[in-house]
Structure formats: C-alpha cells, structure tokens
C-alpha cells in the first residue's frame, strides 16, 4: 500500500494515514509507504504517528517505509534523528522492487491523504 502525503502534515493528516493502513495491517507481513515527495512541512505529532505506525507493522513482521522524502521532510527527520529509525526510498517510480520481499499479491495504487477542513 502507498499512501501520498500532502504539501503540509499535522498530526492530524498522519493519524488519517494510519486509519487508512488498518487494512493493511489484516494482512500478513503487511508492505506500507508513506509518499513524503511533496511534504514541504511535517510536525512532531506527525512523526509520533508515522512512528506508531512503523511499530505496529513491524510488530507484524511487516515493511514500512518513507517514500520519495522531498527536501523539506529529509530536513527535518535528519533534525530529529528519525532517518535512522525509518527506512528510507530515495524513489516511488517502482516502490514494488524496492521491497526486500515479494508478495504474491500487487501493491495498491497510490491513495492520497486529504488534509481536514479547517
């Protein structure tokens, strides 16, 4: 499952993201990406989710990464030290190869993240 982020990410927009993976998550060794590419901010509530999130689908002896990390968002998770925590995809053009493991069933297209109304 790839999910792509807005320009702008709260900890709100996260916790839409980790709604959005409890699909994921009923299946074995569930696969997540987390489209950072046109993230130009990203809060600490947003990492917190993005965190819990990376846990639960390693609990699950799963994969979850950061996807196409624009500049802005590479920023700031060398800032917080979170580029040592996740696992990072320089591209999203073939996410499928860049999985260690392949699954037998295909990945999902891309789904966007809608930030809240204000």
Do not use: W
Not at 1 to 17: D, I, S, Y
Not at 39 to 48: P, T
Request: aromatic share 6%.
């Amino acid at each position: 499952m790839v999910l792509k982020f807005p320009e702008r990410v709260t900890g709100a927009e996260a916790r839409l993201f980790a709604d959005r993976i409890s699909d994921e998550l009923q299946h074995d060794r569930p696969r997540v990406v987390a489209d950072l590419s046109e993230v130009r901010q990203i809060d600490s509530r947003a990492l917190h989710v993005l965190l819990e999130c990376l846990i639960e689908v390693t609990r699950q002896d799963g994969e979850f990464y950061l996807g196409g990390v624009s500049p802005e968002a590479a920023t700031v998770l060398e800032l917080t030290q979170m580029n040592t925590v996740f696992e990072l995809l320089p591209e999203l053009v073939q996410p499928a190869e860049s999985f260690r493991s392949h699954a037998t069933q295909p990945m999902q297209e891309i789904n966007a993240v809608q930030p809240l109304a204000a």
